[in-house]
């Protein structure tokens, strides 16, 4: 996801979460001879909306499993580069003592040479890419990990804070982590959508 998207969704997350705060707090000061339309699915509703935030820069800074894992991937990282240089020098030192023979070199030799050096080369990007691959994985991993740590936490915490959202934010990232079903319009929504492109056709 590029960085414009990532904008577009921050934006997106932000005006949702505005317009729920003033639908839904404007809907419980209405007076009883207001009231008259349709009645929220749950009591819930009827209460003052709670939204509370998470700020993952924060998390990423002063979490200590965060950063445990964090410093496992970045030594891990560390690994990969050491041992494909370390590869790159071997094979730049391999090559620098054949070509030390000099005018003994037969042209036999010369091609067995730069045959298995392409070979090598290949075989060391190869690895590269692997080895990146893997260290991709682990970091996936470890981010899951994370964020269902965060969210068993948000579970129980919120068996006592009440909030009906909680929202995460951060440099390119707005995340929901918890959602009151009372206030899910997605019904109708999908419904009125449907409607407008039905009498668009």
């Not at 094979?91 to 030799?109: H, K, M, V």
């Amino acid at each position: 996801m590029n960085k414009v998207q990532i904008t577009l969704f921050t934006i997106l997350g932000l005006a949702i979460a505005v317009l729920f705060y003033l639908q839904f707090s404007s809907a419980g000061k209405k007076s009883p001879a207001n009231s008259s339309s349709k009645a929220p699915a749950s009591s819930n509703s009827s209460a003052p909306l709670k939204v509370a935030y998470i700020d993952l820069d924060s998390i990423r800074e002063q979490y200590e499993y965060f950063k445990l894992k964090n410093k496992e991937l970045e030594n891990e990282k560390v690994r990969i580069e050491s041992e494909i240089e370390n590869g790159l020098k071997k094979l730049e030192s391999d090559r620098n003592t054949f070509a030390g023979r000099g005018a003994s070199i037969t042209q036999e030799e010369m091609e067995k040479f730069q045959y298995e050096f392409q070979n090598r080369y290949q075989a060391l990007g190869q690895r590269r890419e692997t080895l990146l691959n893997q260290h991709l994985a682990n970091q996936n991993k470890a981010l899951d990990d994370i964020q269902k740590r965060i969210n068993d936490f948000l579970k129980e915490y919120n068996k006592t804070a009440g909030y009906h959202f909680i929202f995460s934010t951060g440099e390119g990232n707005l995340t929901l982590y918890h959602k009151d079903s009372t206030f899910d319009i997605t019904a109708d929504v999908v419904k009125g959508l449907n409607d407008i492109y039905k009498k668009e056709k």
